[in-house]
């Protein structure tokens, strides 16, 4: 038998605590994919090098279905959710673009929506409060967060939180997860620890960008997720967080150490380091992924990059595409793949979602008539677009535009 003294043992069971504390608190997601890139270098090239296929999907427009623009769109085997900014409504509509119903939600709602696809409930937030809805339009029921932070639906009653927040009430703890897995509003899980009290990146340095905070990953079990000032894109499943990508650029698109450590950058005033550093990139944002086909956008001052600082990037030959240079031919009928160009709904926006095979944006009907106008081939179009070009009006409902990357390029 071994025979421990007490001050041995308390050695032991300090080691001990230690370990657990660093593996089940402090643990990073295991090592990401390096991809290396240089933006200056990105291919401009015909739509027909780069994608199998571009459909044009118009809305239809009706007096009750009219709406400005899409702010978030959700793809379901059925149909396109798409949430209107401006009259605080969800529509849904076909995919072959058909109205089918719309509905008002709260006006003091944020933005967008989030879809719980096992109860096919579309759900609202309103501070912590959780606004669920059927696709039918009926509000369910009205539940408080189990957690601060954006959710996640997975399958199972599992459900995903990421939350940032610095020298903020809602934290006792000094070190904190950014990104928690909850069943049955119990948590099991977390990720991404950061000191609640003395991080250098306070909850006023970090810059948004017009999107709610997951990215669709393809299936119900994997969304993709980004942060600011990093240059990692994440992978979010029910069994953990891993670091998919790291991408690796130049020095002058680079944040300096020092960005990290120097005082007068703290407390809301990095927005000044990037206007003075246009180079800079402030991290990445709009990640899908069809295949070994990626698509992202590298965030820097006012798209100061080029061509909406958008990108396609090909996982196995390391080919890298700005979208905003992909030029139009018969395989878009010779009208752009996206409004870059001629509006702002994808420079503001960029690709809406991914249902992993198809990557979608939209384009407004007043730019796709005046696209038309500008082209100078003669071109055999769809019989919705047909339909689009000879009764449509600048007044009508955007056009959802699907493209399917090819598989190799």
Known sequence: MFNINRFEAGIILHIIAF????????AQPPSAKEIRIDPAYALSVPASEVLDEVTYIPLETTKES?????????????????YDKDTHSILLFSKAGKFQKKFPIGTYDSPGFLVNK???????LRGSMLNSYGFDGVKKREV???????PYFFPDNRTVYAYYGVKESVFRDTIVNEVSLTENGKRYAEFLPYNSKTSPIETGDWVT?????FYEGGNDTTILYCRPYDYNIYSITPA?????????LPLA????DTFFTTSTLQKGNRRAYFAANKAGVYGISFPYRSGNVLFFKLNSWE?????????????????????GGITEDEISYFLPVTDLHEGDEFYNRNFLTSDNQYIYTSISAANLLKLKDKSLHTVSYPESLRNFFKKGSRLDNPVIVALKPKKEF
Do not use: W
Not at 118 to 124: A, G, H, P, Y
Not at 240 to 248: A, L, M, N
């Open 144 to 150: 408080r967060g189990a957690f601060p932070g954006n």
């Open 303 to 323: 798209n100061s990059l080029g061509n909406g600082d958008s990108y396609m990037y090909h996982i196995k030959s390391g080919t890298l595409v700005s979208v």
């Open 240 to 248: 953990g967080v891993t670091r998919e990508f790291s991408f690796i």
């Open 209 to 213: 960008d017009n999107h709610y905070v």
């Open 66 to 82: 009219v709406f400005g623009y899409i702010y978030k769109l959700f793809i379901t085997a059925d149909n396109f959710i798409i």
């Open 118 to 124: 096992q109860e096919n409930e579309i759900i609202t």
């Open 19 to 26: 370990l657990i504390v660093n593996v089940c608190v402090r």
């Open 253 to 256: 698109n680079t944040l300096p």
